[in-house]
């Protein structure tokens, strides 16, 4: 949801793959959607699976990080919650693949197994480097004591089945399906006592309940704990059908289901407003809810080929049910519940507060969250390929789909490519296509704590069709469609050489995007929407078809080859030109009284963030020499200049306030601002490797990737580095470029037998 480009898209987890039970991957771009419907707008990816049989395949692998420019470890001065080690971020992986036969007309069972187990990384350090060096860090941030990746466990099989029901094979069974589960630890945002006492365990009296095993105090005197949110997910999914052949017509009937489950829990946490007295235990372990989804899909697909058609005709005709469940389930009590709603006087800061509730750092789903949700929907499409000429091929689709919460919708795809010569093809299509609003976009909803312009506040997540989102004039979220056209060329001249060069024009239409936050103290907003807001939540934010935009880019591919003997080279530069521009901003009539409030319906940061999700640009250029048993090879990737913003000072007298364009107050004179802008410039990574076959059955590799240990630019105003972390991560980076982790060293052994 936070930090992630994606926000609140309910994308396919590929980790929950296991690596060693694929065989390929296959992409279809170009008007996806008019043959695959919503999930395929931006393209299809098509995993196949191995078919194996007899032959045993282990991996065995180690990879961790050495960054000897921003670990914690390197600059250990008592102030970071734990400063972990030099190398961090330690996973170790192991898999293995096998197939088996299955009766006498061919058939197999084809098994994988992964196990995986990844450390901790830790990247936020004290260092007075920060006034000479700019890419040193200013100081921890003392709202994220604990920056950096979380620990995670997983593990998970994966089957592939075909069984021919005869020795013609006309028709076959087959089946498909795994299991994954995770589990992982991640540090939320650290509680200082000195400021917040409100989040901290107390007695009657306000007096701090101290635990030696949560809290820390750091060299300069401080106290506090950083809450950890754990997350426990299980992802199962299992598809069986029969294809065959009768009167030269393919067909194939399916049925796919796959559930995925999402719990959360919060643990070395609190909820404040429960008192009890000193030496009384308090709990620091809560079952905070969590959420699954179930989607079932029946598919039934003909196709033929006509061969006296022009040159070649290939008819495709399907049909497909779908039914989609999402629900939320509450935690336990004492994970949301506010126990103590009245003030509470805290001797250390003089004052009367309000103690916060439910677990910190990941507050519980409440029953009032829960919900259960279901739709479904039919489609049917058409799809044809036409070699009109020995020269000339012409491809359309047509896809038609009602969606129970929505209604229906159609798209079409029309492309075409044309040989030029031999060795020069030119193509080229036109299509339209969209993506339904996902259930957990429709009907999530949570209350969370969120650092946003200098505060730690109670950030809600408003449910779309909610009493908050209505009366903010939000109606029902619909689909976002499309329109897309490319053209380009393919070129080989010369044996060996391949160049695709495709541009492209992408336009879309009532983009699902997430609001900024909006206050409930609010004056200038309508006191119909404030009058919504829970008591114990200063701001409110939502999803909303806000947007329109139009991407512009440019794709260039060139591989090129050459074997002699037992030797090899392969050079293969794979770029991306693109832009994004926001056409329009759909701002309800309710949200539309002041510019700020324009302005924070879709705030400069979220367009900042959106755009970002395109880069200028992206190159990767991969050079590989075999030399008989030894492979050695590097990866060079370039990622494009991107900017971001931060929330802005909301605690100050601030002329431009956060939405518009967020402002902070500089180093050097608190009463002058500049704008919070950070600015990652281009880099480039540079990634190493070496594999060499011992025997025939054993293959090493070895390598670095990111060997220079380049980072992207700290996610800071250097006019104003008090101000360091206001960002979605906390850090001193959001998820932007390469990651933040730096140099990753691997190594890894495989058996084929």
Known sequence: MFGTRGRGNSGADLNAFPQSAVDRIEILRDGASAQYGSDAMAGVMNIILKKDVNHWSVNAGWAGYYDTKFNSKKFNDGNQYYSGRKLDGNTFTISAN??????????????????????????????????????????????????????????????????????????????????????????????????????????????????????????????????????????????????????????????????????????????????????????????????????????????????????????????????????IYAGEEGSYKNYHPTDVYYPNVGEFRTPASGSQGFPGFTPTDAIVANRHSVSLYVDGELNATNAWLLDGAVRFENYSDFGSVATFKFATRYKIMNNFNLRGSVSTGFRAPSLQQINFSNKLTSFSGGVLVNALFARNGSSITKAAGIPALKEETSVNGSFGFSWKPVKGLTITMDGYIVKVKDRVVLSGLFSASDPTLPPSFTLQIPSDVATVQFFANAVNTTNYGLDVVVDYSKKWGRNGIRALLAGNFQKMKVDDINVPSALNGTQLNRKTFFSDREEAFLLASAPNAKFNLNLEYNWKKLIVGTNLTYYGKIKLMGFGDATADNPNQTGINPMVPTDADPNVYVPEHFNFNGKLVTDVYVAYKICKKITVFAGADNVLNVHPNLGVNPQAKGWFGDNESGGPWDSVQMGFNGRKLFAKVAFNF
Not at 245 to 272: E, M, Q
């Open 98 to 327: 096998n197939g088996f036969s299955l009766g006498k007309n061919g058939g197999f069972v084809n098994i994988s197994l992964d196990f995986l187990t990844q450390g901790k990384t830790y990247r936020q350090a004290d260092t007075a480097k920060w006034q000479s060096d700019k890419d040193a860090l200013p100081y921890i941030n003392p709202y994220r004591r604990a920056f950096g990746d979380g620990s995670v466990t997983t593990y998970g099989a994966m089957y592939n089945m075909e069984i021919p029901t005869s020795a013609k094979k006309k028709t076959t069974f087959y089946s498909f399906g795994g299991y994954n589960a995770k589990e992982s630890d991640a540090f939320a945002y650290t509680r200082n006592w000195s400021a917040r006492p409100e989040r901290f365990p107390v007695d009657v009296n306000g007096d701090l309940l101290y635990n030696p095993d949560i809290m820390r105090t750091a060299n300069d005197g401080e106290i506090y704990y950083n809450p950890h949110i754990q997350t426990h997910i299980k992802d199962v999914s299992i598809a069986t059908g029969l294809k065959g052949v009768c009167h030269k017509w393919n067909w194939d009937l399916s049925n796919t289901l796959g559930r995925n489950d999402f719990h959360f829990y919060g643990d070395k946490t609190y909820n404040a407003s429960m008192f009890m007295t000193a030496g009384t235990p308090l709990p620091n372990h809560f079952d905070d809810g969590g959420f699954n989804f179930w989607q079932n899909t029946v598919n039934f697909d003909v196709s033929r080929s006509f061969k006296t058609v022009a040159n070649g005709f290939n008819l495709g005709l399907g049909a497909e049910y779908r039914w989609e469940q999402y629900s």
